[in-house]
């Protein structure tokens, strides 16, 4: 079955740098659309970026110019390098993957999701 896997979160001062991980397993890597979702504690899930299989991109206003999102597709790998980071950058971060013909940041587009991985800004 489908497996996603995140690592690579942490705590950091603000102004540093993590690169988020997720490994897929148990489907013909790459979908359509892969994305990383986070949810800070007492707020809804939101869309960080998404990748699709063609590699086009998009992020999130709150993000631009400070998170890359990118993937490996010979390790099956997806990568979220997370620079500049805030302090209201903290939360949990989720990667998920869709296989339709649909790619946003819209948390019902994606049926597949990993457990998250927390990331913790510091001031």
């Known amino acids: 079955q489908v497996q996603l896997v995140e690592s690579g979160g942490g705590s950091v001062q603000a102004g540093g740098s993590l690169r988020l991980s997720c490994a897929a397993s148990?489907?013909?890597?790459?979908?359509?659309?892969m994305a990383w979702f986070r949810q800070a504690s007492g707020k809804e899930r939101e869309g960080v970026a998404y990748?699709?299989?063609?590699?086009?991109?998009r992020y999130a206003d709150s993000v631009k110019g400070r998170f890359t999102i990118s993937q490996d597709n010979a390790k099956n790998t997806l990568y979220l390098q997370m620079n500049s980071l805030k302090p209201e950058d903290t939360a949990m971060y989720y990667c998920?993957?869709?296989?339709?013909?649909?790619?946003?940041?819209?948390?019902?587009?994606?049926?597949?999701w990993g457990q998250g991985t927390q990331v913790t800004v510091s001031s």
């Open positions: 148990g489907y013909t890597y790459p979908s359509f659309c």
């Open positions: 990748i699709t299989r063609y590699g086009t991109t």
């Open positions: 998920a993957t869709a296989s339709g013909t649909i790619c946003n940041m819209v948390p019902q587009t994606f049926p597949y």
